[in-house]
């Protein structure tokens, strides 16, 4: 692998502030400059003639820009949707699955969830009567066999809805999906995976991992402009699988109900192609290898500097690391006061969560970062332990 082309050598192909030490690519992702300029090529194209680009050529292009996706995706290009991002798949699907819920049905997910996706399921069983449940997975965790012993546990004859997490978003965790899909399948549990985080951080094989429902972002980690994610449903469950708006399509099918739900701007959408190319030619594995050599190495740091060991094996860590700061706080004030400092005083944009009782910190690490901006942060995450 030649590393030497990726951080600060390939920097100016984002529009990020040089100033700034931006470990959080996890929160939006971070867009190239030349997906952002095909995406305007897009908008233009548009512009020249609205109605004969919505009337006669749309509906191809979407469809051709979600075979290129699902290809990467290894899914069908029909099973694929594009949605603005993944609180909306999250969302058409709670809504889809609404009327079929009974009163003491339980919609299950762990306590690492995220807040968006909480805020949703509980919307859902306010609605219908059923029973938000959340599962404790503790942080630190040994091994990922933990989130499969404690969701085994937690199941019953009443949970009718799973939503796990491909990628937690406060810890940075890989969760074992299929193991979990396998075993809420077993006892006809209907499972989505919110795959947030996952598309360009881990291989993935939607199709085989046998869910009803995944989602994911294109826009976090594969380049794409912001807004811009997917839908992919199992064949079985497309019939009763709605988008959030509905529109002309109604009725006509999955691939057209989502396809059209209202004028909008769809470039982001037509521009997925461009972000996977851009990661395609960096080459995936290099790309893989840079960034969770990255994330290991900030794992390993903040744990020196703040006395701990890593708080999960390797095999759960992708491209993000989150540490806990412990004695520093619980409360969301304690982490955006920590988050506020780290950025005025010294530059360093990294999230910190209010998580379980205590604080989190979590790095991300993409390309254009280098071990350097990990130590920094590690040098002063260190200097406030010994002093506060
Ligand atoms: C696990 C998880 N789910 C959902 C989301 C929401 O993503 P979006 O804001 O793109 O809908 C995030 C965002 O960080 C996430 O980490």
Same mark, same amino acid.
Not at 216 to 235: D, R, S
């Given at each position: 692998?030649?590393?030497?082309?990726?951080?600060?050598?390939?920097?100016?192909?984002?529009?990020?502030?040089?100033?700034?030490?931006?470990?959080?690519?996890?929160?939006?992702?971070?867009?190239?400059?030349?997906?952002?300029?095909?995406?305007?090529?897009?908008?233009?194209?548009?512009?020249?003639?609205?109605?004969?680009?919505?009337?006669?050529?749309?509906?191809?292009?979407?469809?051709?820009?979600?075979?290129?996706?699902?290809?990467?995706?290894?899914?069908?290009?029909?099973?694929?949707?594009?949605?603005?991002?993944?609180?909306?798949?999250?969302?058409?699907?709670?809504?889809?699955?609404?009327?079929?819920?009974?009163?003491?049905?339980?919609?299950?997910?762990?306590?690492?969830?995220?807040?968006?996706?909480?805020?949703?399921?509980?919307?859902?069983?306010?609605?219908?009567?059923?029973?938000?449940?959340?599962?404790?997975?503790?942080?630190?965790?040994?091994?990922?066999?933990?989130?499969?012993?404690?969701?085994?546990?937690?199941?019953?004859?009443?949970?009718?809805?799973?939503?796990?997490?491909?990628?937690?978003?406060?810890?940075?965790?890989?969760?074992?999906?299929?193991?979990?899909?396998?075993?809420?399948?077993?006892?006809?549990?209907?499972?989505?995976?919110?795959?947030?985080?996952?598309?360009?951080?881990?291989?993935?094989?939607?199709? &085989?991992?046998?869910?009803?429902?995944? @989602?994911?972002?294109?826009?976090?980690? !594969?380049? #794409? +402009?912001? %807004?811009? *994610? =997917? $839908?992919?449903?199992?064949?079985?469950?497309?019939?009763?699988?709605?988008?959030?708006?509905?529109?002309?399509?109604?009725?006509?099918?999955?691939? &057209?109900?989502?396809?059209?739900?209202? @004028?909008?701007?769809?470039?982001?959408? !037509?521009? #997925? +192609?461009? %972000?996977? *190319? =851009? $990661?395609?030619?960096?080459?995936?594995?290099?790309?893989?290898?840079?960034?969770?050599?990255?994330?290991?190495?900030?794992?390993?740091?903040?744990?020196?500097?703040?006395?701990?060991?890593?708080?999960?094996?390797?095999?759960?860590?992708?491209?993000?690391?989150?540490?806990?700061?412990?004695?520093?706080?619980?409360?969301?004030?304690?982490?955006?006061?920590?988050?506020?400092?780290?950025?005025?005083?010294?530059?360093?944009?990294?999230?910190?969560?209010?998580?379980?009782?205590?604080?989190?910190?979590?790095?991300?690490?993409?390309?254009?970062?280098?071990?350097?901006?990990?130590?920094?942060?590690?040098?002063?995450?260190?200097?406030?332990?010994?002093?506060?």
């Amino acid at each position: 692998m030649r590393t030497d082309r990726f951080g600060r050598a390939i920097r100016s192909e984002w529009l990020l502030d040089p100033k700034v030490v931006f470990l959080n690519n996890g929160s939006f992702g971070a867009t190239p400059i030349e997906v952002l300029e095909t995406q305007h090529q897009w908008q233009l194209r548009f512009e020249q003639e609205p109605v004969e680009f919505v009337g006669r050529h749309l509906h191809r292009e979407l469809r051709e820009a979600a075979q290129t996706m699902a290809r990467f995706l290894s899914a069908q290009g029909d099973d694929v949707v594009f949605v603005e991002n993944a609180t909306t798949g999250v969302n058409a699907v709670l809504r889809s699955i609404a009327p079929l819920l009974r009163p003491g049905d339980q919609l299950l997910t762990t306590s690492h969830v995220y807040n968006a996706v909480r805020r949703a399921m509980q919307h859902t069983a306010a609605l219908t009567g059923a029973e938000y449940v959340e599962v404790q997975v503790p942080f630190p965790i040994a091994s990922s066999d933990v989130v499969v012993e404690v969701v085994s546990a937690a199941l019953t004859g009443r949970t009718r809805f799973a939503l796990f997490d491909h990628v937690t978003s406060p810890t940075g965790l890989i969760f074992p999906v299929k193991q979990l899909i396998e075993i809420c399948r077993e006892r006809g549990i209907w499972v989505m995976i919110d795959g947030a985080h996952a598309p360009g951080m881990i291989p993935l094989n939607v199709a &085989a991992l046998g869910a009803d429902w995944y @989602t994911g972002n294109f826009h976090k980690w !594969l380049f #794409a +402009p912001k %807004g811009c *994610a =997917f $839908l992919w449903t199992a064949p079985e469950r497309q019939s009763i699988t709605h988008p959030v708006v509905i529109s002309h399509g109604y009725g006509g099918g999955y691939v &057209a109900e989502f396809d059209f739900t209202g @004028t909008k701007d769809w470039s982001a959408y !037509l521009s #997925a +192609p461009a %972000g996977l *190319a =851009f $990661l395609q030619r960096l080459n995936v594995e290099d790309v893989r290898r840079y960034n969770r050599g990255l994330a290991l190495y900030s794992q390993r740091v903040l744990a020196e500097a703040l006395g701990t060991v890593p708080a999960a094996p390797p095999d759960m860590i992708a491209y993000l690391a989150a540490v806990p700061l412990v004695g520093w706080g619980s409360s969301i004030d304690d982490a955006t006061t920590i988050h506020d400092r780290l950025f005025d005083e010294y530059r360093i944009e990294v999230p910190v969560f209010s998580f379980d009782d205590m604080l989190v910190l979590r790095t991300a690490s993409q390309v254009y970062n280098e071990q350097d901006e990990y130590d920094y942060l590690a040098e002063t995450l260190a200097q406030w332990n010994i002093a506060d």
